[in-house]
């Protein structure tokens, strides 16, 4: 969890200092929100068990996936700038998330240099991610859309200790679809034609990858 999120580099003394932040936790049944568009803003949540979407109303007022987190990841930035929060987050399955109260964590930043360092860094990260997102809705094809969000999910699982061939998806393929500007239909012709050409298998909600050469080549450039 500590690689995961944002002490990379802090020594014992001040992980005990960032540790002692973390006072409070809450615990999540599958489709309850952490929190909802214009709630006040207080903490980061990094997400200790369980995995989370989170939405934002587009202007024909449909749901729009923003983001799916699993553990090790921090959300709730959406709210720094306003103090409230622009987006919801929904547990996709019961979870439980650790609550990093966002002014002692500041203050803390400005004595402890390596947790500064560490949160630009992440602050940095997530623009390049809502960078990427960008791009995978703006210029890939619907099936380069689909095997990149695989091939990341399959690093995320890596970096967790888990297979990164064998991937559970929390998120329904409408969801899936939602999130990659795809239709349902979309979403499902795609695997269903990666299954017949050798690609992955699906299994309910389990995906096999079984050929990440593959996969790699058909998201080209973007992966």
Do not use: W
């Not at 615990?27 to 903490?43: H, M, W």
């Amino acid at each position: 969890m500590r690689e995961l999120c944002l002490p990379v580099g802090m020594d014992t003394a001040d992980l005990n200092l960032l540790d002692a932040l973390v006072t409070h936790r809450t615990r999540l049944k599958k489709g309850a929100a952490l929190y909802r568009v214009g709630d006040p803003f207080t903490a980061l949540y990094a997400i200790r068990i369980g995995s989370c979407k989170t939405t934002i109303l587009a202007e024909d007022g449909r749901e729009q996936i923003a983001g799916y987190h699993m553990l090790g990841d921090i959300i709730g930035l959406d709210g720094i700038s306003s103090d409230r929060h622009g987006c919801e987050a929904i547990a996709l399955e019961d979870t439980e998330v650790c609550a990093l109260p966002f002014d002692q964590l500041e203050e803390l930043a400005r004595t402890v240099t390596s947790l500064q360092h560490n949160l630009h860094k992440f602050l940095s990260r997530e623009i390049g991610v809502e960078q990427h997102v960008m791009l995978l809705l703006g210029s890939m094809r619907a099936e380069e859309r689909l095997a990149v969000f695989l091939l990341n999910l399959s690093d995320r699982y890596r970096l967790r200790g888990y297979s990164a061939t064998e991937l559970v998806l929390r998120m329904t393929r409408e969801e899936i679809g939602s999130y990659l500007g795809l239709k349902l239909e979309t979403v499902s012709r795609l695997l269903s034609r990666l299954q017949e050409e050798g690609l992955l298998q699906v299994q309910g909600r389990t995906v096999k990858l079984l050929d990440l050469a593959a996969l790699r080549q058909l998201a080209g450039r973007h992966c």
